[in-house]
Structure formats: structure tokens, C-alpha cells
């Protein structure tokens, strides 16, 4: 069975920065593509990032220049890394697996498998 363990999140500063962890089991990770996603209240949940299984990724215009995805195979694990943190970036943060396909790899339909998320909340 396919589970999927996110940490990292906290409470910080806008401008600060966070590392947020996805440990992946029960399934060899670098056979998926994997994602972050995010849903702050009131809205919908959004594809910030991802990375194919051949490492190539792709990030929401919102976040582009601030966050950083990055997989290691060995260790069954994602990272994101969300530097110059913004208000708007508050959201529970959601890592997310699923198989190759021709589905843009920011489309929440691309991806079966999700954790259960991790608080990122930035104040002024």
C-alpha cells in the first residue's frame, strides 16, 4: 500500500523560508511522478509543483523563482523548498503520487495517492 508522510510545515515570517519532506513507502518512487500541492480555506487545492520520474519539473507561475522541488530516489523522498515566504502562500501543503501519463503534471487528476498534508501558515 502506497503511503505518503509530509513534514516541515510551521508557522513563519513572510520572507522566511521552509523545507517541507514527503517520505514515500510501499511503492518504488522513482516509477512516479510526484507533486506538492496546496489548498488555503475558502479555496481550491492547487498544483504548486512537481517532478516527472525522469526529474523534470514544473511549477505554478505563482511560485516560480521561490520554490524549488527536488526528489531523492534512493531515500523515497520529496522535498520542496519554499523560500520568501508570502502571506498568500498559508495553505495545508499536500504531496502527491501517481503513475506516468500524458496529464499535465500539475493536474490534481494526474495523481492517486496523497498524504495528509502539512500546515504552512506565514504572517506579516
Known amino acids: 500500500q502506497v503511503q505518503l508522510v509530509e513534514s516541515g510545515g510551521g508557522s513563519v515570517q513572510s520572507g522566511g523560508s521552509l523545507r517541507l519532506s514527503c517520505a514515500a513507502s510501499?511503492?518504488?518512487?522513482?516509477?512516479?511522478?510526484m507533486a506538492w500541492f496546496r489548498q488555503a480555506p475558502g479555496k481550491e487545492r492547487e498544483g504548486v509543483a512537481a517532478?516527472?520520474?525522469?526529474?523534470?519539473?514544473a511549477y505554478a507561475d505563482s511560485v516560480k523563482g521561490r520554490f524549488a522541488i527536488s526528489r531523492d530516489n534512493a531515500k523515497n523522498t520529496l522535498y520542496l523548498q519554499i523560500n520568501s515566504l508570502k502571506v498568500e502562500d498559508t495553505a495545508m501543503y499536500y504531496c502527491?503520487?501517481?503513475?506516468?501519463?500524458?496529464?499535465?503534471?500539475?493536474?490534481?487528476?494526474?495523481?492517486?495517492?496523497w498524504g495528509q498534508g502539512t500546515q504552512v501558515t506565514v504572517s506579516s
Open positions: 510501499g511503492y518504488a518512487a522513482n516509477r512516479y511522478r
Open positions: 502527491a503520487a501517481g503513475p506516468p501519463g500524458p496529464l499535465s503534471l500539475l493536474s490534481e487528476s494526474a495523481y492517486n495517492n
Open positions: 517532478i516527472s520520474r525522469y526529474g523534470i519539473p
